[in-house]
């Protein structure tokens, strides 16, 4: 079973920056998607970056965030990094690290294989 622990939330003006982040532990068959994911009371739940920890060349973005936005992992730290730039009000969530356990392959950021989550940390973007 794998536990997710986020951190790294707050309150900034547009503009700053923030980074979360997620360690993992514990372990699941095929557990090598992690992704963040942001919620808000407006658009629901909706993808924000996703990383096959296998390859950190294998990342992908939502329109919205990309460009500003930058997932990492640190495979001795078993953490996942979101770097957030040029935030903007917009960006304002509960942001939460999800894992795709049981897939096998790269899952991106659909939402329907991610069946492990953390407890989400706040971001507020102030104009």
């Known amino acids: 079973q794998v536990q997710l622990v986020e951190s790294g939330g707050g309150s900034v003006q547009a503009g700053g920056s923030l980074r979360l982040s997620c360690v993992f532990s514990g372990s699941s068959f095929c557990n090598n998607n992690l992704a963040w994911f942001r919620q808000t009371p407006a658009k629901g739940r909706e993808g924000v970056a996703a990383?096959?920890?296998?390859?950190?060349?294998?990342?992908t973005y939502a329109d919205s965030v990309k460009g500003r936005f930058t997932i990492s992992h640190d495979d001795a730290k078993n953490t996942v990094y979101l770097q957030m730039d040029s935030l903007e009000p917009e960006d304002t969530a509960m942001y939460y690290c999800a894992a795709a356990g049981g897939s096998c392959h790269w899952v991106g950021l659909s939402l329907s294989a991610y069946n492990t989550w953390g407890q989400g940390t706040q971001v507020t973007v102030s104009s």
């Open positions: 990383i096959w920890i296998r390859s950190a060349s294998s990342t």
